[in-house]
């Protein structure tokens, strides 16, 4: 498959298996994921690999910011969405937790770390079949909250980027109608018709 073909079939597959992923495959999509365009080599890309009982500790997480942005909620609906929270993790045999690092130095940016950083998430997705795995990518504002990436033991200063869910497919997903880029370009300047290198 071509790799202009590999994006255009990709998509989210949250249908797994609980079978566990082999370290090997972890390590050779973490390999891919690096490989991201880098300004000023920062090396930002930062994972957590959570699995097994691991994944308690991000529910844990989840309940908690749940708990503390939603005090007022009605309390069996409360009870409904806590519960259905505290299992979100255990939807994927691993989950790993992608974070852009701090930059230190006076010329790399946080915002350019953070650009790698989710580049090596959509690394992560596109790798992912090769190996016979399905990903999807989740976030959500528990993410973003403060304490969330130095609970999972990120350094200070180190942004969270995304939660990328990976496992076995239980079933292959039908192909995507996928959207053409018409509608979101403009173009600036003409073709010559001579281009000179
Ligand atoms: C940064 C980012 C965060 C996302 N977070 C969530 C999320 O928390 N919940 C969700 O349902 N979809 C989320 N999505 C969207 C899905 O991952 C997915 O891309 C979308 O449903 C489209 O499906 P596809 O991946 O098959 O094209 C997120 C996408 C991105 C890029």
């Known amino acids: 498959m071509s790799i202009i073909e590999a994006i255009k079939a990709r998509s989210s597959n949250g249908i797994m298996t609980d079978a566990a992923v082999s370290p090997e495959k972890i390590k050779q999509l973490l390999d891919a994921a690096v490989c991201t365009p880098v300004h000023h080599n920062t090396k930002p890309w930062r994972f957590l690999v959570i699995q097994g009982a691991g994944r308690q500790l991000l529910s844990d997480i989840m309940v908690q910011y749940y708990d503390k942005t939603m005090p007022d909620s009605e309390e069996s609906k409360a009870i409904a969405l806590r519960d259905k929270l505290s299992k979100k993790p255990f939807r994927s045999p691993i989950i790993i937790a992608v ?5 230190e130095g006076e010329k790399a940016i946080m915002r350019e770390n953070v650009a790698s950083a989710i580049a090596a998430c959509q690394n992560i997705l ?3 079949p090769a ?3 399905s990903a999807f990518w989740r976030t959500g504002s528990f993410m973003y909250a403060p304490d969330t990436a130095s609970a999972l033991g990120f350094k200070e ?3 969270l980027v995304g939660l990328i869910y990976l496992g076995h497919p239980k079933r ?5 109608s996928r959207e053409t880029s018409e509608a979101y370009v403009r173009w600036l300047g003409q073709m010559t018709e001579t281009i000179i290198s």
Not at 99 to 103: G, L, N, T, V, Y
């Open 99 to 103: 974070a852009a690092a701090k930059p």
């Open 126 to 128: 596109l790798a992912a």
């Open 131 to 133: 190996l016979g795995l």
């Open 157 to 159: 200063g180190a942004e």
């Open 172 to 176: 292959e997903m039908p192909p995507k």
